[in-house]
């Protein structure tokens, strides 16, 4: 009860007096959560192994192994919003992005036991399945171009006050689109020659990689796009 405004606070846009710094309290946020969902999930294990009734026997046992799994989506919701609240005020990044995928299957996984308590099924193949599945998702769904398509986004929407060209150099040639329509369509003398200056890189980069085994479609198109609208300009 004495932590509920600390847990609660980002829910309302807000943090808590004492954080003043939005990376730290989303990062507190995120390890508490793995701290207590590790030991939650512990007592889930021991409760159902060590108990002299199996869990499909045992009402009490079924409704405590729900609440538990309930408390701990209640957490992982917190702990989310922490981190929603970080990127609505600087952005998406992929140091971002996964954790929010993670908390996203951890909250798949204590609805799963949840449902356990009422159905039969395997929760191992649920967790796995799903596992699987998102991390297919996240390799086929280029998250680095994700990324930077977000930040260009919210930037010309003007709901983001700073476009962080730091983050791009990370997505590499996959934040070149992004970057070619932040440079058209920004005013900042200043934001347009550091974006030249990553786009260049980036030509420069691919360019080495041009017609040998490292080189792929994104890089090429890259290349296309920045001698096209940049080089030759």
């Not at 405004?5 to 959560?33: C, D, K, M, N, T």
């Not at 207590?36 to 889930?44: E, G, K, S, W, Y």
């Not at 962080?164 to 440079?183: C, M, P, Q, T």
Request: a positive charge; aromatic letters at 10%; proline letters at 2%.
């Amino acid at each position: 009860g004495s932590q509920l405004p600390y847990f609660f606070s980002a829910f309302i846009g807000q943090r808590p007096e004492g954080w003043q710094v939005y990376s730290e309290y989303a990062r507190s946020g995120f390890f508490e959560l793995c701290r207590i969902a590790a030991i939650n999930l512990t007592v889930l294990i021991a409760a159902n192994i060590m108990g002299k009734k199996n869990y499909r026997e045992s009402t009490a046992l079924k409704i405590l192994n729900a609440l538990l799994a309930i408390l701990t989506i209640i957490l992982i919701a917190t702990a989310l919003s922490k981190m929603v609240m970080y990127i609505g005020a600087y952005g998406l990044s992929i140091r971002r992005l996964l954790p929010c995928v993670f908390m996203i299957f951890m909250a798949v996984i204590c609805g799963g036991v949840i449902a356990l308590q009422k159905w039969q099924f395997s929760i191992t193949r649920l967790a796995v399945g799903v596992g699987v599945v998102m991390l297919c998702t996240l390799c086929l769904a280029d998250p680095d171009g994700f990324v930077a398509r977000y930040n260009a986004q919210r930037y010309l929407a003007g709901t983001l006050t700073d476009f962080d060209v730091n983050i791009l150099y990370r997505s590499g040639s996959a934040g070149v689109d992004s970057a070619l329509k932040v440079h058209d369509q920004s005013s900042d003398q200043v934001l347009q020659n550091q974006l030249k200056e990553y786009m260049l890189a980036q030509y420069n980069e691919a360019s080495i990689s041009a017609g040998n085994s490292k080189d792929n479609l994104q890089q090429a198109s890259a290349r296309q796009k920045i001698k096209e609208k940049i080089l030759l300009e």
